[in-house]
């Protein structure tokens, strides 16, 4: 009678301790999972921060050398800037593309740059100064002249056909462009033509005419504004 009570509490008190011990093993898996998890979580906001930190640095123009396929507002800025010296027709849409890397060589051969379509520090930082062409620096500048000099020049007009393309200036060619094409002028150069008194102020746009004895070739919107679509070929007044 004596030895079952014995035994009994016996049971009890090992299961006790047993159960104490599973107790503490749980408590310790516990705390050692919940470290892992924070260590975790804090690792990866250290890792997020890095790279969001890294991205905004390199979105500023200068910080890198932007050529294709690369994105970025630094590219979005570059663009603005090519549009605000006549290189860039076309959106601006912070994609590094063919028509951002035909601008870029544009301007890199007006300032007597390396003209690959890269855009390095140089080329952007020619761009940020606004430099001055290298066709046109160190020329001396000629006193204004009391009255402007009217010549004769030989004019046709163009376009239908070329709808979409890129001008050798740097502009998207459309039904309603106002520019001309001249071989040598300078692209951007202001030019005021005058046909049977009616008069249209216009830059240079493109590069052209190759057909011997004509001096310019207008868009269809100029010819349109000089009424000289049905004449073709006419001879017109230019000045600078």
Avoid: N
């Avoid at 051969?109 to 046109?136: F, M, P």
């Amino acid at each position: 009678m004596l030895m079952a009570p014995l035994h009994a509490r016996f049971w009890r008190v090992e299961m006790d301790q047993v159960r104490a011990r599973a107790t503490r093993r749980r408590s310790v898996s516990e705390i050692g999972r919940d470290r892992i998890l924070r260590w975790t979580v804090l690792l990866g906001l250290v890792f997020t921060f890095a790279v969001v930190a890294s991205a905004g640095a390199a979105t500023r123009l200068g910080d890198r050398t932007l050529k294709v396929p690369m994105k970025g507002s630094d590219v979005h800025q570059l663009q603005l800037r090519l549009r605000s010296v006549g290189m860039f027709d076309a959106p601006a849409t912070a994609h590094y593309g063919s028509l951002t890397r035909a601008a870029v060589r544009r301007y890199q051969r007006t300032r007597c740059l390396k003209a690959d379509g890269i855009a390095r520090r140089a080329t952007i930082a020619a761009l940020v100064s606004r430099a001055a062409s290298c066709r046109t620096a160190g020329r001396r500048q000629s006193a204004p002249r009391a009255g402007r000099l009217m010549r004769t020049r030989v004019a046709t007009w163009y376009g239908p056909g070329s709808y979409g393309s890129t001008t050798a200036c740097g502009h998207v060619l459309r039904a309603t462009t106002i520019g001309i094409a001249h071989r040598t002028l300078p692209c951007g150069t202001k030019v005021r033509l005058t046909y049977r008194g009616r008069s249209v102020f216009t830059r240079v746009i493109d590069r052209g005419p190759y057909v011997a004895g004509v001096d310019y070739d207008v868009t269809l919107a100029v010819a349109r504004r000089l009424r000289m679509v049905e004449i073709g070929v006419a001879k017109l007044k230019a000045d600078r």
